[in-house]
């Protein structure tokens, strides 16, 4: 079936660095690929949806210049968490929507972020 | 906007027993799509099931099947034969017809299935 790799699957940085994360389709192309964080036993929030070639759209509340996300082709959309701080300690999952198919979605394996 | 609630934060089952998780949602759109998402400890997001609002059959998928009711707006999932690998995080999510929509998740049930 469709796979999408998500790298790394876990990340340890200092306070004040940044930290990129990639989301990648490996055998389909994603004009739209979606980022989420998730806290501990909740459930998933979106945070942007990320088009390829285009600026990605926020969700309300998150902040876009700590949260840069770049959808440069048609498989690859990164995720960096600037000036990271431990609040900013999560899971982050990001999801590809087939390009064409409309309702279909594969998400990655998530990365596990923790700033220290 | 739309909105996705599981009123069960948590279930349990006895193996090879049946059990049905609650999923309500509300939206104004007549075309949209219906997802149930299963998450084990490995956090792995998988595709359990997915229903097409206009189509009135039930999905199913081996022993997974939906009870999808459009007036009520309900979409619950049950699982026949509970096995122990069933065990995890169940997500309900809803998409609406636009290409460009996303899932709304609702806020998850965990399921443990006992032996």
């Known amino acids: 079936g469709a796979v999408v790799s998500q790298h790394p699957s876990r990340v340890i940085c200092k306070s004040g660095t940044s930290v990129k994360i990639e989301c990648r389709s490996l055998d389909f192309q994603a004009t739209t690929m979606f980022w989420y964080r998730q806290f501990p036993k909740q459930s998933l929030m979106l945070m942007a949806t990320s088009n390829e070639g285009s600026k990605a759209t926020y969700e309300q509340g998150v902040e876009k210049d700590k949260f840069l996300i770049n959808h440069a082709s048609l498989t690859l959309s990164t995720l960096t968490v600037t000036s990271a701080h431990p609040e900013d300690s999560s899971f982050y999952i990001c999801s590809a929507r087939v390009a064409g198919s409309g309702n279909t979605i594969y998400f990655g394996e998530g990365s596990w972020l923790t700033v220290v | 906007a739309q909105t996705v609630t599981q009123s069960q934060p948590e279930m349990s089952v006895q193996e090879a027993e049946t059990v049905t998780l609650s999923c309500t949602y509300d939206t104004s759109e007549s075309n949209y799509y219906l997802f149930w998402y299963k998450q084990p400890p490995s956090r792995q997001m998988i595709l359990v099931i997915r229903?097409?609002?206009?189509?009135?059959q039930n999905a199913t998928e081996n022993r997974f099947s939906v009870n999808f009711q459009k007036a009520a707006k309900s979409f619950s999932l049950k699982i026949s034969d509970s096995q122990l690998g069933d065990t995890a995080m169940y997500f309900c999510a809803f998409m609406g017809g636009n290409a460009g929509n996303m899932l709304t998740f609702g806020g998850g049930t965990r399921l443990m299935v006992k032996p």
């Open positions: 229903q097409e609002a206009y189509k009135q």
